[in-house]
């Protein structure tokens, strides 16, 4: 009886396994097939004049440096904002809110706001920061809706990291004669640096994938302006011009170079903040 028990519990953990290992392929299988396909189709239509010159109606030409200069603009902006505020949030609520009915309310507003459809947020971020607040169609206006957007991600994972700290850590510094702050900058978040980072990288991927949103807050103009300049002026990132590209005008050619140069600007910038992380917890001493 007991071989027969035995027996059966072999076999379905090796059916279970199976099944496990058939899931891994087809996630594996679908994403190489996205990549690759894109890049084939991408990579052989990315040329000089593509990515440093700026789209010509006179000449008839196509360039992409305006939308490239904007992307990067708006996600620096957008960092800027929402790193302060939302790992400030994480940690009032892991290590200083003592009322647990408000902890549950902020982190319920906070579920509620990351599942709310992007199209709604570009809707908001129209009436409130280009009208009320008479930022008119401007990059800042579109990473200030990417803000709010973006803002439940880093909040929740910066304040999961903060809940993977030992207690024993905190009590050790307090025992030492640490102060309430001095604890958390020295000792709680270089700790947990590695959640903060992973924030990063998460909102860093949806605000590259965001257009929706930055339709009607950011706008589509394609000119080459500086930093201070660009964000108080109308711009289209890469997404937005992907889509006006291939839904407008037709030139699949250019879409499918864009989303290719916006694949590799995803893996460049995720390096550059997982290396930044490195750094930042080699100088702590972890």
């Given at each position: 009886m007991i071989e027969r028990i035995s027996g059966?519990?072999?076999a379905w953990s090796g059916v279970m396994k199976g099944l496990c290992w058939i899931s891994l392929g087809i996630v594996?299988?679908?994403?190489?097939?996205?990549?690759?396909?894109?890049?084939?189709?991408?990579?052989?239509?990315?040329?000089?004049?593509?990515?440093?010159?700026?789209?010509?109606?006179?000449?008839?030409?196509?360039?992409?440096?305006?939308?490239?200069?904007?992307t990067l603009y708006i996600v620096i902006a957008t960092l800027i904002i929402v790193l302060p505020i939302g790992v400030g949030a994480a940690i009032y609520l892991n290590e200083y809110a003592t009322n647990r009915k408000v902890v549950e309310t902020i982190e319920f507003a906070a579920e509620t706001l990351s599942g709310i459809p992007s199209i709604?947020?570009?809707?908001?971020?129209?009436?409130?920061?280009?009208?009320?607040?008479?930022?008119?169609?401007?990059?800042?206006?579109?990473?200030?809706?990417?803000?709010?957007?973006?803002?439940?991600?880093i909040m929740r994972t910066t304040q999961e990291s903060l809940k993977t700290v030992?207690?024993?850590?905190?009590?050790?510094?307090?025992?030492l004669g640490a102060g309430k702050w001095r604890v958390i900058r020295t000792v709680v978040l270089p700790t947990c640096i590695n959640g903060i980072i992973t924030g990063c990288i998460l909102s860093i991927g949806r605000i590259l994938s965001e257009s929706a949103a930055l339709?009607?807050?950011?706008?589509?103009?394609?000119?080459?302006?500086?930093?201070?300049?660009?964000?108080?002026?109308?711009?289209?990132?890469?997404?937005?011009?992907?889509?006006?590209?291939?839904?407008?005008?037709?030139e699949f050619d250019i879409a499918f170079a864009i989303a290719a140069i916006l694949m590799v600007l995803t893996v460049i910038i995720n390096l550059l903040t997982a290396y930044m992380g490195k750094l930042m917890k080699r100088r702590n001493g972890q």
């Open positions: 059966s519990r072999r594996t299988a679908l994403t190489a097939f996205m990549l690759l396909y894109v890049l084939i189709r991408g990579i052989p239509h990315i040329t000089p004049q593509l990515l440093f010159t700026k789209p010509s109606m006179l000449r008839n030409t196509i360039g992409i440096l305006p939308d490239i200069l904007n709604i947020y570009g809707l908001v971020g129209m009436l409130v920061f280009c009208q009320f607040c008479s930022l008119g169609t401007s990059l800042l206006a579109g990473a200030l809706t990417l803000v709010i957007m973006n803002l439940p991600t030992p207690e024993s850590y905190r009590e050790g510094a307090f025992a339709l009607f807050t950011a706008g589509f103009a394609h000119n080459v302006n500086g930093f201070i300049r660009g964000m108080g002026s109308a711009g289209a990132t890469l997404t937005v011009a992907l889509y006006v590209y291939a839904s407008e005008r037709g």
